[in-house]
């Protein structure tokens, strides 16, 4: 009966809401009421099934709408559950469901009343509820963790004979304490006690050593816990308790860095004297920890143990232990130099894989700091992976050999490509891992050289009918063949060759091993490698591969998708004499496709865009059309309208840019570049009266980007060839011949260089969206003289999204009167930077005044507009953005702030 009272109650107080505001085109509202009124019915069902289900479909609701409102009505309706139910199993799956949820709990209005209905079940006398209410308190503690009656019976289950409660207790009391370090304090003296009494079995001894760590709150109270626990393991030196006693000091030392030297030369006393192979593990493990929180070096004790310890013969997995120590040293920023007492490359070629691996983890991080030391642990740790190929540590090995590798510079990638190549054959397990060591290594090898020693090894693969590792290494290849190497000069440019890409030989034999991969049905094979091509620039190759997967395909959308890519590559292909005309009909077949799927809005924008580019680049290159054989010296005149048209195509490359957020580092790049191209050409045919050059402003804008790219892009040959064109930058008052001679030799330039499409441009499916909802809280303490609303929304990141991190969401709220239905005059306008929390959620409140509206417009509507953008770490604005409304009905709301005041 209570619970129907109080339903009916919440009903008329929430018909009395919607009667003076109304959503506006909100079904994000709607939706999660009818989401949340379904699995409400469901809990009222007799049927134990359906209500079961009913509880664990609370955890998908928060994730699809995850709004205070729902948050606070969910927890609300679990919690008096929870209260009035008589069967425990309900309360083990609240109690999960609570657990489930705990990134959301910071959304709960009504914590109290929370609160009081899970507390309630404390009173009950079945040991078994009141273990799971305090289990469910454990699960709430981020909100409740100030309540003293929490606290109180927290304290007071402690001391319970019934070992469940006990153990609830002891959950309870290490979650309320990790979240506020002041409720250890009053938990202190009752811990100590029951350490010392000699009643207490083991394993609460140990559950309650290891809560002391988080009695942090002062330099006292941690040194007090230091003598308690140092105590303990003089008087009960057995190995549960010496495991317990040091991981608890050494984790309270992590938190206090000025005890680090001091846990580390006890942790190493141990690793050295206690015969147990258990404490010594966990003695080497906490110190390879403490060692990433050191101040300053390593104390020398520490460093004669650890000597002390590889010449002895140990077993592996105390070698291992050692080896990690070393490696967490040498990549601590304090530690200079290790004395040579401490090499460790004699243990890559150990007999234990494991061993191997660790030796060789610690050669890598120390391949950072030198390329000699890579240059010679690069052949044992090569050699250890062709020892211990088969065996589970061989990825470590794996990423190891590219490590140095990389370190090493291009000499000493033929050798290890070659290695690499050798193991593809024999060991399948590890042909993944192998294929993309070889793609990272292959981009700093010399072209010629990867050449001769990787496609003979394709072939190879290919009479074996390995078409998965032949259509890997054959992208890899491509690649790699149109990747002009990086250089960036002291003084911050960019020097680079451009690529000559592969000889008419290899490119025969290349289309031979696709036409073999098309008659063996490995079409998506084919055409995975069509677009690596055409990322890469190599236009001739990705047409052949886009026509031979045309042959095979029934579905029109498929269809229409391979003829837009063919239509693509084969104008690429065509230089100067390219044809515009050819990329809107490949524009036209992707939005038939487009249609069908709703999934190639960037890709026709893109396409757009270039075919715009080359149409104004073909303007240019024809300069004697644009008046330029007129008599006279200096720019023309003519020319100036191919200025605005640059400066649209700069900010549509901005703004397709800014809704890239999913793209990776490289198809921003991309885009970047030419949004740059078009700035620079804006500045020349814009500088009719300017003295300077504008193009080392816009040089030094991609010299700074191609520093960002990974090896290989683009931008970094597109920087080249535009400083080359710049060398000769003609002076606003030259001869026309001039003029004429340099922006045709630029138009050449741009509309030669080849075109490499994003590899975003390839990707279909989820993308980064945002959902938004505003709301008009009840506040019985607010002032008349404002309306107060609330905005919530959430990110919902895509999975396979390569943007920085979300930090925060700018919102636009706008006021307007509505009259008739109309939009009338902006009243008010607010923006408002709103940090973003749990890397997805944001809330905030604002208030409206009132007074500015008038008495006269109490007739009227006041429709509030919320717009949300997106806003990375970096401070960048993306296109991810969501817009919500709510309408005001003013008259309503005049009326009920004038029965408040009555």
Known sequence: LESLKEDKISGYLRGLQLDLFSMEDDPTERRASQALGAIQRSLRSMD???????????????????????????FLKLADMFRTSENNFFRVEIVRVFEQSEAHQTKLNNIDEIFRRIYAVLLSNDPVARALTLRAMASLAPVICDRKDAHHSMFEALQSTDPEETDAALVAADQFCGVSLSIMGGLEGRVVAALSSLSTPLPLRLRLVALLRHNRASVAAMARTRACCLQLLAEYPTVETTLVVLHTLSRLAHAAPVEVSQQIILLATHARDDPRLAV???????????????AGPPPPLLLAVLTDLLSSSLQPSALCGTLHVLRELHAAATVVELPDSLAVLPFVLHPSARVAAAAAAVEAVRADRSREAAGTALGAVIAALVLHASSPCASALLDSVTTLTLAAGPTAAEETIVALLSLIMDHGSLQAALWDAVRRIAFSCPFPTLTSSLLPHIESLAAAGRDAA??????????????????ITSSGSVSSTMPSGLSPDATRR??????????????????RVGQQAACAGAHALAAFAFSLAMQRVESDVTSSYLKALFAISSTATAGPAIDPAALWHATTLLCGARIATADFDFQCRFIELRAELLEALSLLRHCDALGLARSGSGFPPDLLFLAPRFQSLVDSFASLLRECYDADAASRGVLAMWQHVCELLHAVTGAVTGDTSPGPVILSRLAALARRMPPGHPCVSLATVLKAALVNFPDHQAPRSQWRAWLSRLADHLMTFPLHVPSFFFRHGERTTMQLSVSAPDRHGAPLAEFIFSVEGCIRRAAASKGLPIAAVDLTMTTCLIKDGMDGETLQTLTRVVPVTNGRDFATEAALPLPVLGPAATQANVKITVAATMLDRDHQRWAVHARESLVVKLDALHRAKKNKRK
């Open 510 to 527: 290349c289309q031979t091993l696709l036409e073999s991969l098309h008659e063996r049905g490995r079409g998506w094979a084919v055409l």
């Open 280 to 294: 010594k593990l966990l003695a080497l493990d906490d110190i390879a920890h403490l060692c990433r929180v050191l």
């Open 48 to 74: 134990f099934k359906d209500r079961c289900e009913a509880i664990l479909r609370f955890p998908q609701l928060f994730e699809d709408f995850p709004f205070s409102f729902v948050v606070t009505s969910a």
């Open 470 to 487: 032949v259509a890997s290494l054959l992208a890899t290849l491509i690649r790699a063949a149109h990747t002009s190497p990086t250089a």
